[in-house]
């Protein structure tokens, strides 16, 4: 049906609740890309078949990712009056155990992770609640709300969920001067790295002359670690694109794209199906909602390029032409795709509006810090016991989120840095960890909220090969357009290299200065002024690293493979053996329940037996 008024909104919402929750047991599978990583597909299968040979009457749907990576794959089931359910690290035989009890009138709790008690409250379920989570309860999810709880693909339970309600409320009863107001006031700032405010992003592209005028989400998230724009996009697309509407009727746009990473199949799939509904139903193309205003999107897939994610760069795709910058003495909202006004804005960005107009721009300011509001989401990656998607106000600190919900390091093993922001971020010690995380903040100590990559690093991580591990990266992400960054970038790393090979020089730490100050004045693009950004915070941190390697040709993390030998200390060595099992080399002999010896000659220093040992008996000297 076509959506004309409110009355029709209401209609389609209540069916979009009994779709959600349905007047029968649901079974609801997680979907995303981490879900089907980890195996969901085989537990879809699974639950498929054992639903048939039991002669189950349920509804079996999908859903996305709920956030917690590590515990994937995911199912929860729901059964009429009772809490939603969410079992964790699933296979089709805990699959077939957990539905063989359903079907037999009993609620297994051997494999359940937790309950959401979102409809009813029964204490009588002896499971924990999700309030108790400690990952989920310091958390403040007002994007990802829904991610993982509603069908993607299903426009009926995002309108559920008061989904193109904000959409009708500006087509019926606000002028575009009004809703760029709203969102100016609401101190909504860009969250794919640049923090610009939006509000005065999109006044500037309205006031632009030329037509027509562009509005584009940026959905080519790039950043090693990071997949913020990934998961909003595969579970809840119609937020991103509802937003999108309304930035369009703001500026005065007809047409708009999504630029969206190829490597991100499920992401495009949804948002196409997204696109489609939206049409099917009159919220997107012609005379959306009966209001006169027509705006059409279009999903347009980059080739992958990290580049792609600068704003000119990104034009330049979707024109045809090669990835390249261009200089920004003219803005985009001025002259961007095809030289005419663009509001380009990411896909956490575009997903925050349908909210600021919905619940209002008081109690969105009421949330984050005074230059910074709203919240953020972030992925917490590397050593830290609590892997996946967080979104936190704007002024948690790093140790709320790294302690509080990351759940600290593994093993008891020492913190040691973190960087945010991606390749464009900086590594941050341990001295920070209480400064509040938002756009001005971390910009003060070295570093960047960026578009929300968070990468734990424990007391086994060397600094000199982190650098050179994302100046690797960026080297290869360069488009070349430019020399600073098509030459500098290459000779740092190189500098790098020699210093993790054992062959640096104390002058290296001088020129690497050098080469860095002179990239963050001259490169072209932002893919090139903050390239240097690892480089100088370890510097700056952890400069005693480098001399390490340098003076001494020691890595005291026992990376550096050049500069470290592995040795078995018989004294803490328990005999158990599993070293030599994960040798690859067989570089390890001995008898079980006595100490092992380590063979040099043969060794590769690949560190595997450090890893398996868990006595410390294995060292690096």
Known sequence: MKIRSMKDLEKIKEEGKRLIYPEKTKITIGMSTCNIATGSENVLKAVEETVKRNNLDVVISKSACMGFCQIEPIMDIIQPGKPRIIYQKLNPLKVSEIIDDLSKGSINTKYAFYKMDIKVKDDSINITSYKDIGFYNKQEKIVLEYCGIIDPESIEEYIA???YFALHKVLTAASPEQIIENITKSG????????????????????????????????????????????LLEGNPHSVLEGMIIGAYAIGSSEGYVYVRTEYPLAVQNINIAISRAKEMGLLGENILGSG?????????????????????????????????RAKYIRSAEKGLWDKPTNLNNVETWANVPLI??????????????GSKGTK???????????????????????QIIYDIGGGIPKGRKFKAVQ??????????????????????????GSMMGSGGMIVMDDRTCMVDVAKFFLDFLKDESCGKCV?????????????TDICNGVGKEEDIEILTDLSLTLKDAALCALGTTAANPVLSTLKHFENEYYEHIRDKKCCAGVCKELVTYAIDSEKCKGCGLCAKDCPQDAITGEKGKAYSLDISKCVKCGVCFEACKFEAVIVK
């Not at 006031?207 to 959905?219: S, T």
């Not at 205003?293 to 045809?320: I, P, W």
């Open 377 to 399: 989401i972030f992925s917490l990656v590397g050593k830290i016991n609590n892997t996946g998607l967080v979104e936190v106000s704007m002024g948690a600190t790093l140790r």
């Open 161 to 163: 969920t008061d989904g």
């Open 484 to 496: 600073p960054c098509r030459e500098g970038v290459v000779q740092m790393h190189a500098i790098l």
């Open 293 to 325: 205003f027509n705006f059409d999107l279009k999903v347009v897939r980059g080739a992958g390029a990290f580049v792609c994610g600068e704003s000119t760069a990104l034009f330049a795709s979707v024109e045809g032409r090669v990835g390249e910058p």
């Open 357 to 370: 107009i919905n619940r209002g721009v008081k109690w969105y300011t009421d949330i984050g810090t005074e």
């Open 420 to 445: 945010t922001g991606g390749p464009s971020g900086g590594c941050l010690p341990e001295e920070f960890l209480d400064i509040p995380v938002d756009f001005d903040e971390l910009t003060k100590v």
């Open 188 to 231: 909504l700032r860009g969250r794919g790295g640049g923090g610009f405010p939006a509000g005065i992003k999109w006044n500037t592209t309205k006031r632009a002359p030329g037509e027509p005028k562009y509005v584009v989400c940026n959905a080519d998230e790039g950043d090693p670690g990071a997949y913020m724009d990934r998961s």
